[in-house]
């Protein structure tokens, strides 16, 4: 993973699997900034708290919503 291209950034984006939420939060947290906001795009319920208890800044938890339809074979 490249953690150092978080560096500078306002917004991160944090989408992997809940089970590499703690490592790649730590490999990130060296990079993020105090005042970044970082948008948890995950399933799972501790991805959040985790992620914010590991950088150290405000993490947000968001919802995709993925819709699709095959209208014919």
């Known amino acids: 993973m490249r953690a150092r291209g978080a560096q500078g950034a306002d ?19 060296p990079f993020i900034m105090p005042t970044a906001i970082v948008l948890s795009l995950q399933n799972g319920v501790e991805n959040v708290a985790t992620i914010q208890a590991t950088t150290e800044t405000a993490v947000v938890p968001a919802v995709v919503y993925l819709a699709a339809a095959v209208p014919q074979p």
Do not use: N, P, R
């Open 11 to 29: 917004i991160v984006l944090f989408c992997v699997k809940t089970i590499d939420t703690l490592a790649v939060a730590k490999e990130l947290a």
